[in-house]
């Protein structure tokens, strides 16, 4: 199997996008906040490699493709961003304090768990950039002296975790304002939960592109200093 599609550069894609329709109509049909689209196709596609046996490899040949369309999707994200920025204005000062506060909390509490865990350093710092875009977080792993591959693993599971837990955080805690829910969704779940904020609301949808940018450049500035206090 693995020998036959290694010669189709399409299977990757073709694999993806079928997996994440599908995904998207159970998502549809069956109301949860765990049928999130991201997470479904993840086990559809997982358990398709799986039965047939197919290489990890040998799928990311073509699905690699995908990837090149990360940064034009969060550059889109821009938009929702402009048409709210009416709401931004007055409230700079607060959403960007509110902003900085996930991310030194978000920082302590994985430096508080790996000390618990007795993690090594390079784990520590492998975790410390898990809730901003994957493209920042590759690179900062990389210079903190982090495991990128364990990085990108934990991007992608904080944002997938993050946008399915959303809705159920805002319930419990009685969050009911757009910007707040915003924030916490970009702060927390950089882009993939910012498609559940798109979900919510446009306003939450601004607010979390902005939280995206700004945890983004706060986590590059604060990260290092941090490994530099823990090594």
């Known amino acids: 199997m693995n020998e036959f599609l290694l010669n189709s550069t399409y299977f990757g894609i073709v694999l993806s996008l079928l997996c994440y329709w599908i995904a998207l109509k159970i998502s549809e049909k069956v109301k949860s906040t765990l049928m999130n689209p991201l997470l ?3 086990a559809i596609i997982i358990a398709v490699l799986l039965i047939f046996k197919v290489d990890y490899k040998t799928f990311d040949k073509g699905a690699s493709y995908l990837t090149y369309f990360l940064n034009p999707a969060t550059v889109c994200l821009a938009v929702p961003l402009y048409r709210q920025f009416n709401v931004l204005k007055p409230n700079l000062k607060a959403i960007l304090l509110g902003i900085l506060s996930g ?3 978000c920082m302590i509490v ?16 492998s975790l410390l950039p898990k809730s901003i875009t994957t493209a920042i977080a590759i690179g900062l792993s990389e210079e903190i002296g982090g495991i ?20 159920t955080v805002f319930k419990i805690f009685r969050i009911e304002e757009p910007v707040a829910q915003g924030l916490a969704t970009g702060t927390s779940a950089h882009a993939i939960g910012t498609s559940r904020a798109l979900e919510l609301g446009e ?29």
């Open 203 to 231: 306003v939450q949808a601004a607010m979390s592109s902005l939280a995206i940018c700004v945890t983004g450049i706060m986590t590059v500035i604060i990260a290092p200093i941090v490994v530099g206090i823990i090594s």
């Open 148 to 167: 990128s591959s364990v990085t990108v693993a934990c991007v992608i599971i904080t944002g997938i975790f993050g946008a399915c837990i959303a809705s």
């Open 103 to 105: 991310c030194v909390a």
């Open 40 to 42: 479904v196709s993840s």
């Open 110 to 125: 994985i430096v508080g768990l790996a000390a618990v865990f007795a993690l090594s350093p390079e784990i520590t710092a």
